[in-house]
């Protein structure tokens, strides 16, 4: 077989059926890349300190990979390691500020998306591509800047997605389950919305006249996507059928009602189709299934409204309705692709659900024709209301092989995204709202599969996975201790790793996340910051309220505007939730 990857797409990422790795993979006693015949495979050079895939300074030739075609020896000679950080230095040097305010700006959030998971994504992608995986550099690992951000919210030591949405979203920390309010809001209680909400930077950069939209691998009026358009006391109320009556007497609006009023999104992806159509209507894609049909009580039908509100929107519910969408004939483009969250994307059907990359593809090519550019916000998200965004969700249930795809799916999108837009115009963010108690160890040899076992056994005498959970439904006594995992089982899609507390839900944990940014005033995310630093950085950097007016938006406004007739200048924010499935609630 011989493989070739170009441009950035360097990662094979559909092989749940078909391995790459011929031998040795499985066994932690022997990396793989010493079976594997220099000849089987063409990948892009990839060496600690080379150019990452992607990068416009790498050569867009097809080359090879060292883990692949270097002489196993290679790594043990100082030279190897001397060379590749050379270069690291040189371009470290090289590295200039982009001090011009940007344009366009895209927010990728990894709904879960912790350091722990995102070292492990990397080498499960390396491996997915035929390597030992640890060697392995993720698209967004490639950016240049980067910073760590808190993510404490008022009230909780350890966070939730919607108190941490507000933050990174709104710029101002709130009170845990809230949606875009003030911390002065009490959750669950509709009255305390009033006089405490607060606008994301999607809705100041569509009053400046950009393009926005978000794009999320679970339900639109999740957590993470709510907090760019919803002001609520509770992430819970989806729908009306959702609340509690003393809040529909109150006054409070639901959040996807929400949705269709509060903010013009431009662009619409992921799931939520219930929450949208009148109570009892049958669902487009399961008529059959009562269960998936539509929840309000109110009679609205939110899709048709938003339809007759918007001139040349479209409304699609499945991969063929998106891909028959021309770039040029629609303004507004809402796809809901499941009743809830869309399915993870080792359960995802490819002839009828669009992937978050597919999905992130065609937003950025409908928002970027506003020439004042666009926000693109992308949420991958690992809950179970996620679409494209599941990584919280399946950290959440315990099954870490649905988590880490979901999270090297976040990062393929990150690269195609950055073949479609221009660092000299477009910032792009990546970062998390939080983490999980995920973790990975027992001193397993090079080149292990990322999902494999610990070398040696335990204390009481069974094998043990790399992978594990501080807490979570994977804790199990069988007649009397732990049960020892088997490799087969521990390398299928839904095996729940051993958690060391049992509980329903496993939970999210409370260490800082990493921030990686390129483009227009990425320069920006810095050192140690707090969580909400990153909406007015990014504020900051577009020349949106509160820093309209700072120095060098002027020029900027014109350079996008041109003159006062001419269109509105493109600034999409693209919202893309990833989301992780979680069974249970998920925060």
Request: glycine residues 10%; neutral net charge; charged residues 20%.
């Amino acid at each position: 077989m011989n493989v070739t990857f170009r441009d950035g797409l360097w990662a094979m990422l559909s092989l749940s059926k078909t391995r790459l790795i011929l031998k040795g993979l499985l066994d932690p006693l022997r990396p793989p890349w010493k079976e594997i015949k220099a000849t089987e495979f063409t990948l892009p050079t990839l060496v600690p300190g080379g150019d990452a895939p992607g990068d416009p300074q790498a050569a867009e030739c097809l080359c090879t990979s060292p883990a692949l075609l270097l002489p196993s020896d290679a790594e043990k000679t100082p030279g190897y390691w001397n060379e590749g950080a050379r270069r690291r230095l040189k371009s470290a040097l090289a590295l200039q500020p982009v001090a011009q305010r940007a344009k366009n700006i895209i927010l990728f959030m990894g709904d879960g998306m912790g350091l722990s998971t995102m070292s492990a994504a990397r080498i499960y992608k390396g491996q997915l591509a035929g390597g030992s995986g640890e060697e392995n550099i993720l698209a967004m690992e490639a950016f240049p800047h980067l910073a760590l951000a808190k993510t404490y919210t008022i009230d909780r030591q350890v966070p939730d997605s919607a108190g941490t949405g507000t933050a990174y979203l709104c710029g101002v920390k709130a009170n845990a389950k809230t949606l875009g309010l003030t911390g002065a809001a009490v959750y669950g209680k509709c009255r305390s919305t009033f006089g405490n909400e607060v606008d994301s930077i999607l809705h100041r950069a569509r009053l400046e006249g950009k393009s926005v939209g978000i794009v999320t691998t679970t339900r639109v009026q999740h957590a993470s996507p709510g907090a760019a358009y919803a002001h609520s006391a509770s992430r819970s109320w989806y729908a009306d059928a959702n609340m509690p009556k003393e809040a529909l007497r109150d006054g409070c609006k639901d959040i996807a009602y929400q949705l269709v009023h509060n903010t013009d999104i431009n662009v619409i992806l992921g799931g939520g189709r219930m929450y949208m159509t009148p109570k009892w209507t049958a669902d487009p894609e399961y008529p059959e299934d009562p269960a998936q049909n539509g929840t309000r009580k109110d009679g609205l039908d939110l899709i048709a409204k938003w339809l007759n509100a918007k001139q040349g929107a479209r409304y699609v519910w499945d991969k063929k309705g998106m891909d028959a969408v021309e770039d040029d004939s629609v303004s507004h483009l809402m796809g809901l692709f499941e009743p809830k969250d869309m399915k993870y994307e080792l359960n995802r059907n490819t002839s009828t659900d669009p992937s978050i990359v597919e999905m992130t593809e065609k937003a950025i090519r409908i928002l970027r024709r506003n020439s004042k550019g666009f926000l693109l916000f992308e949420e991958g998200d690992g809950h179970v209301p996620c679409a494209g965004g599941r990584i919280d969700h399946g950290h959440h249930s315990g099954r870490a092989k649905q988590a880490l795809m979901e999270a090297v799916m976040l990062d393929q999108a990150v690269a195609r995204a950055g073949e479609l837009t221009s660092p000299s115009d477009t910032l792009t963010v990546v970062t998390a709202d939080h983490s999980h108690v995920f973790t990975f160890g027992g001193n397993t040899l090079r080149g292990t599969s990322i999902f494999g076992l610990a070398p040696k056994k335990a204390k009481d005498k069974q094998a043990y996975t790399s992978i594990l959970y501080g807490n979570g439904p994977g804790y199990s006594i069988h007649k009397g201790g732990r049960p020892s995992p088997s490799l087969h089982a521990a390398e299928d899609k839904d095996y729940r790793q051993q958690a060391a507390v049992p509980l329903e839900v496993e939970t999210h944990s409370g260490e800082d996340v990493v921030v990686l940014a390129k483009g227009p005033m990425a320069h920006l995310f810095h050192g140690v910051q707090e969580q909400h630093y990153i909406a007015h950085a990014m504020a900051y950097a577009a020349c949106l309220e509160p820093y309209a007016t700072e120095p060098g938006c002027g020029a900027a406004r014109r350079a996008s505007h041109g003159t006062l007739c001419a269109p509105q200048p493109l600034l999409a924010l693209l919202a893309l939730c990833v989301a992780a499935h979680m069974v249970g609630g998920s925060e």
